[in-house]
């Protein structure tokens, strides 16, 4: 079995070859600690990987989230096909063996699509979330939920979106990609209301809780697809905060951001391929105005930016 398993990365370059890691130097040694403890356990139960060419096998994914804030571990095992009982085991052996396990999560992916999101999930141990803390806001994370992995500096992220959305008191504000509600709530702050939009249902939940729980009544989050969730949505904004996964924004949603035409738009991007190709759609209308990058990936290539597009006169 040795030789056609691996629980590691992408080899560069590769889609279906995974290098074994025992260690990643840019996480937690708690991390690691599970990342190793799952390692040995799915070997010596001969639990069976998934063949990204046989689309067959039942482990797909292990998705290993930790809090800097309460320092609690979320694991997410993604399998082929729901056999809770399989991963059972596993999951109270976690628990009982690291006191910082708080969560243990199984997701159901059948499709042949490698993404490491569920169809269905199945809480096996633990709380179904973790908390996390940016500035003043505690974050209730499930396992679905998109969340920046880089916390400290999230928060200067978040203050250089701030500050390029230049907001006043009276203004309507639209959050696209808001996944728990995190920019919403900065953004809630100095706005008259901030409406999120989200595709992925769990994440919807997470920020309906996590702007109940810190009180902020300026906020609604909208979930589905966006284009016409966008197109329904009054009222429309003065301002929009768009913060896209890599592939960007779909064509459409950039062409309707044309057609109304709000004061400001912040976009930002994890991909400045797709940011080019979204700005060169925009620029009939809007003017860049700053563009300031933020290394939310150190030791890597990879950069976030942030965007001030103002309309033009």
Known sequence: MDKDFALGLHVPGT???IIQ???CLLQDEQANEVLQFVNRYVREHNLVPYGIRSHRGYLRFLVIRRSDYSAKIMVNLITSEETPEVL???ATDLMKTFPFVASVVNNINSRPAQIA?????ILLAGEPWIEEKLGGFRFK???NSFFQTNTKQAERLYEQVLQAAELKRGDIVWDLYSGTGTISLFLAQQAKEVIGFELADSAVEDAFK???EHDVLNTRFVGGDLLHRL???????HVLVTDPPRAGMHEKVVRYLNEILPRRIVYVSCNPTTLA???????????????QPVDMFPHTYHIETVVKLTRKA
């Open 21 to 23: 890691i025992d260690r």
């Open 231 to 237: 197109r329904d949505t009054r009222p429309k904004p």
């Open 88 to 90: 059972q085991p596993l």
């Open 210 to 212: 996590n702007a109940k």
């Open 277 to 291: 190709r979204d700005l060169a759609l925009l620029k009939d209308h809007y003017a860049i105005e700053r563009v």
């Open 15 to 17: 889609f279906d070859k």
């Open 117 to 121: 999101l569920g169809e269905k999930e």
């Open 141 to 143: 994370i499930s396992a």
